[in-house]
Nanobody, 121 residues
Framework: QVQLMESGGGLVQPGGSLTLSCAAS????????MGWYRQFPGEQRELVAD???????RYAGSAKGRFTISRDNAKNMVFLQMNSLEPEDTAVYFC???????????????WGQGTQVTVSS
C-alpha cells in the first residue's frame, strides 16, 4: 500500500504565498508522476500541476506564472510553491501520485487526504 501525506495548507492574505508538500510512503518501486489537484465546493477536482518522472510538467492555465511544482525524487516528495494567491484559489488541494510498486506492472494511483488553502483578508 501507499500513503500520501500533505502539509502546508492554511490561511493566507491575497497576494501572499504558500508552499504545499506531499510525501509518498509505503511500497514504492518508482514514482511515475506526482501532482496537485484542487476542488472547489460542489465541483470536481481539477488539475493544478503535475510532474512526471522524466521531469515534464503540466500547469493549469490559472497556475501558470504563479505556481511552481517541483519534486524531490530521493524523498518521493512533490511541492507546490504558490505565489500571488487570490481568493479564487481558495479550495481543498489534493496530492495525486502514480506509483509503480514493482518491476512487473503493479501500479498504485491515489490521493492524499487533502489540505485546505484559504485566501482571504
Amino acid at each position: 500500500q501507499v500513503q500520501l501525506m500533505e502539509s502546508g495548507g492554511g490561511l493566507v492574505q491575497p497576494g501572499g504565498s504558500l508552499t504545499l508538500s506531499c510525501a509518498a510512503s509505503g511500497t514504492i518501486w518508482r514514482v511515475n508522476a506526482m501532482g496537485w489537484y484542487r476542488q472547489f465546493p460542489g465541483e470536481q477536482r481539477e488539475l493544478v500541476a503535475d510532474i512526471a518522472n522524466g521531469g515534464s510538467i503540466r500547469y493549469a492555465g490559472s497556475a501558470k506564472g504563479r505556481f511552481t511544482i517541483s519534486r524531490d525524487n530521493a524523498k518521493n516528495m512533490v511541492f507546490l510553491q504558490m505565489n500571488s494567491l487570490e481568493p479564487e484559489d481558495t479550495a481543498v488541494y489534493f496530492c495525486n501520485a502514480d506509483i509503480s510498486q514493482d518491476a512487473y506492472g503493479r501500479t498504485w494511483i491515489g490521493w492524499g487526504q487533502g489540505t485546505q488553502v484559504t485566501v482571504s483578508s
